[in-house]
């Protein structure tokens, strides 16, 4: 009878191994996060290069630095992509998440056109770099919520403070606003980039790969 019994819970606790998830295969990251990372490695490229349109001497080296520390990020992120170790499916497929994004990438276009028309009105031209920073800094806090991702939306966060900052560098005559928001925004992007692509994995099971 004990035999019985202990055949009984051997057989038990088979099927309740059996019924365990299986195992992770691999290790994904998150397809939209590896996306909005690769833009903003292409950002840093430029921003990097904006920040050298009158940067003090000593920066250039930096600059170049940033340039080609961005162009590596862009690489092995679009590797991810290539060699399909990201997660499936992309919150764009949603119709009221494509149209909060277009309608927000809409009002960042019109305000750094307009404020830049303004700004060369009034003969202050040399802040286009920290305006434009600052409304690309602003867009990205209404679509780190719109993708659900907060280091996006605190990246924004930081960018616009940069912007902020190169203006009254600008305003005391320190550095040029263009080479302060440039080099800050170039370190602030490749810094969300690489920051994906240290921490964006996640266990990954049958199936998710794709």
Known sequence: MQEVVGISEYRSNQLSDNSVPVAPIAALWDRGEVIGAAVLAVAGIAWFGWAQQDPPAPWVPYLVAGSVISALLLVALVMLLVRRLTTTGSPMADPRVRRRYWLTVAVEVVLIVVGNLLLATVGHQAYD??????????????????????????????????????????????????????????????????????RGRRPARTGDAR
């Open 129 to 198: 770099a920290a305006w434009t920073l600052f409304v690309v800094g602003v867009h990205f806090i209404p679509l780190g919520r719109v993708f659900h991702a907060r280091g996006l939306a605190l990246t924004g966060v930081v960018a616009a403070l940069v912007a902020v900052a190169a203006a009254c560098l600008g305003l005391a005559g320190a550095v040029s606003p263009s080479a302060a928001a440039g080099a800050g925004a170039g370190v602030v992007f490749i810094g969300y980039a690489g920051w994906v692509l240290g």
